[in-house]
């Protein structure tokens, strides 16, 4: 029976590849006796990746609205007005500081097909639920808006790979670097991970009439619209690609609201 | 925390509170506590009975309208809702 290794990623970080050819190197048997970290020492264009936590982009996620016109344009494309943390600014921000770096890059990958790719041993699309996260992607259309692309980086389209994938798709079998070190059946199918807000949902809606509340320091709510009702106005939450779309067809949004106070005031209240 | 709850019935006589101890995302850049009576008068507190009401039933509330704002249609279109977390921490 084959075996499906998924996995979810912080969604928003990203990951700066100057080449693949180690990352290759995963599917070969004789590399178990190495790390991860020594067999792609040599891989990256930028050690250091920016997460969900950096607020330095504000003049960037200017510049994206702009580009489109305004905040209103821009959550009609990409379903999130423009975000310090989301990954289109942040590209945006090394493209600028750090032309060198960029040039150099020859794959930007979210955090979540970072982790499909090493579980592959070869470069793994963008899924669509999580690339929703990057206010590059036209959430309605399922492919990269070109113009949000234009602002933020030179030939972008090509570092983070035309192909976009639907959640859930299995890509490929296991490498062998697995298989020999970890002893993991080989005939294991890699499903492509996602970011870990998408996955949360996934795992508790069953279906599109459910609504899913987490209660924690903030309170998220997170739940279904058909990409026919998308709200006119934009407001301060989130759309994405639903992650229980599996094709073009079941064109379904996944709304993510995000309340600062939650248990802590709760906490003030009732202990 | 329950018993003071069951001291008010739903709906607190129509007192309702806003409590955004940290600056809020929804609504964006708002702090503070704001408390109304039944006539959308605001006043200075609440009653402790009234104001432990007042936190439940505002988080509820703020959650419904935003689902609101956003389209999804409770009434039609929502079988279920599925609540995972805690309400308070245990720390």
Redesign the interface.
Same mark, same amino acid.
Not at chain 1, 257 to 269: A, H, P, Q, T
Not at chain 2, 77 to 89: A, E, F, H, L, P
């Given at each position: 029976m084959p075996l499906i290794y998924p996995g979810c990623g912080q969604q928003h970080g990203s990951v700066y590849w100057k080449n693949h050819s180690e990352l290759e190197n995963l599917k070969n048997a004789d590399s178990k006796s190495s790390s991860l970290v020594d067999l792609l020492q040599s891989s990256f264009s930028r050690i250091d990746c920016p997460i969900w936590m950096d607020s330095s982009t504000t003049d960037e996620c200017q510049l994206i609205e702009k580009t489109v016109g305004n905040a209103q344009n821009l959550f009609q494309i990409t379903g999130s007005k423009a975000y310090e943390r989301f990954t289109g600014s942040q590209i945006m921000k090394i493209a600028k500081k750090t032309p060198e770096v960029y040039q150099q890059t020859e794959r930007i990958q979210l955090i979540s097909n970072f982790l499909t790719s090493i579980l592959l041993g070869q470069y793994a699309p963008i899924d669509l639920s999580d690339g929703s996260g990057m206010n590059l992607l036209d959430i309605r259309q399922h492919q990269w808006s070109k113009q949000c692309l234009n602002a933020c980086g030179n030939d972008l389209e090509k570092k983070l790979s035309e192909k976009l994938v639907y959640p859930r798709t299995a890509l490929g079998t296991i490498a062998k670097y697995f298989v020999e070190k970890y002893g993991f059946n080989n005939q294991c199918q890699i499903v492509s991970c996602t970011g870990d807000n998408p996955s949360s949902y996934y795992a508790?809606?069953s279906?599109?009439?459910?609504?899913?509340?987490?209660?924690?320091t903030s309170?998220t709510?997170m739940?279904?619209?058909p990409a026919s009702?998308?709200?006119k106005?934009a407001?301060?939450?989130h759309?994405l690609v639903n992650p229980l779309t599996a094709n073009p067809e079941s064109n379904l949004l996944m709304?993510l609201?995000?309340?600062?106070?939650?248990?802590?005031?709760?906490?003030?209240?009732?202990? | 925390?329950s018993e003071?709850i069951g001291k008010t019935s739903p709906s607190n006589n129509g007192f309702i509170g806003f409590?955004?101890?940290?600056?809020?995302?929804?609504?964006?850049n708002i702090q503070g506590r704001f408390y109304f009576d039944s006539n959308d008068q605001q006043i200075d507190d609440l009653q402790a009975a009234n104001?432990?009401r007042a $936190?439940l039933e505002g988080?509820c509330l703020? /959650?419904r309208l935003?689902?609101k704002?956003?389209?999804?249609d409770?009434t039609n279109? $929502?079988?279920?809702?599925?609540?995972?977390? /805690?309400?308070?921490?245990t720390v």
């Open positions: 508790l809606a279906d599109p009439k459910t609504v899913v509340i987490s209660l924690g309170d709510v739940a279904a619209i009702a998308m709200p106005e407001f301060d939450g759309l709304l609201l995000c309340f600062k106070n939650g248990s802590l005031v709760r906490e003030r209240m009732y202990s | 925390m003071l409590f955004y101890d940290d600056p809020e995302i929804l609504p964006q104001k432990a $936190v988080q703020a /959650k935003y689902l704002k956003a389209n999804v409770l279109n $929502v079988d279920r809702i599925v609540i995972t977390g /805690k309400i308070i921490s």
